[in-house]
């Protein structure tokens, strides 16, 4: 994320992000889902305008500059209102925030828009109350609201993010990875592509997913484009392919043309 200050406000750019991998171990006794994935952000960006106000409220306000954001929420279903009033709770300020979200980030597309917007939340928040929260406390209130948070909160381009996603391993990018976003018109429903994907049979055992991985992150360390390519996966691409015919459409569109390397992101649909 970049954050500046404007006179009293903080204003912070927000990026998403790709899952170069993804792999589901198992359902947990909590249950989320274990799982081993490698993101890296992407020059895709919502912006965020804080605004401290003296009353405890948190006031959030969006403009919507993508089609799919039309209809995010501006009370308390949204992460980036639940990350304040969790930071409020926590830190027991009589401080609140007005927010404004410019959303340019798909919705339902897998990139981590309100993750992201979420983290910069309790970031630029804890900067602005003046709160001086250390940054492993941060992280754990991150990991309260989601699964995708704690990636966003150090600004680290790429990652190896294991548990339930929570637990995050910088990896170093030595090369530009230049990718393409498809994000086709419908979106999917996180609960329903695990679902659908607890139906299906997993033949690779975890050992091997975990290999997998780390050979991708050795691969981005080595900046090795054609290793990288061959180590593009995702557990949760074929149940997404099979619940939605425009997903399996845009995924036989990009097979006719020459590409290096395809794979979805997150639960998708991008």
């Known amino acids: 994320m970049r ?31 274990e ?9 895709v960006y919502d912006t965020i305008r804080f605004e401290s106000q003296a009353s405890s409220e948190i006031d959030l306000s969006i403009t919507a500059l993508t089609p799919s954001a039309s209809d995010v929420p501006v009370d308390s279903r949204n992460l980036v209102v639940r990350a304040a ?14 927010i404004h979200l410019t959303k340019r980030i798909p919705c339902e597309a897998g990139m981590g828009g309100g993750s992201s917007d979420a983290a910069a939340t309790l970031v630029c928040l804890n900067q602005l109350w003046d709160l001086n929260l250390p940054n492993n406390q941060l992280h754990e209130l991150a990991a309260e609201l989601g699964s995708d948070l704690n990636f966003f909160i150090d600004s680290k381009p790429t990652a190896v993010c294991t548990g339930r996603g929570e637990r995050i391993s910088s990896v170093p990018l030595n090369r530009p990875l230049n990718l393409v976003v498809v994000k086709p018109d419908c979106g999917l429903s996180t609960a329903d592509v695990f679902k659908h994907w607890a ?21 981005i360390r080595g900046g090795q484009l054609q290793h990288i390519a061959e180590s593009i996966s995702n557990d949760l691409q074929q149940p997404a392919r099979e619940m939605n015919d425009e997903i399996e459409n845009t995924f036989n569109l990009i097979a006719r043309n020459h590409v290096i390397a395809t794979g979805m992101t997150g639960r998708g649909s991008a």
């Open 85 to 98: 009033k969790l930071l409020l709770e926590t830190s027991q300020s009589e401080l609140g925030a007005s």
């Open 3 to 33: 954050i500046s200050r404007h006179g009293s406000s903080l204003v912070v750019e927000t990026p998403a992000k790709l899952n170069l991998s993804l792999k589901v171990l198992g359902q947990r006794s909590d249950g989320f889902h």
């Open 199 to 219: 139906t299906l049979d997993q033949h690779s055992p975890n050992q091997h997913r975990s290999e997998e991985l780390m050979t991708l992150a050795e691969a």
């Open 35 to 43: 799982l081993h994935s490698l993101m890296v952000s992407v020059r």
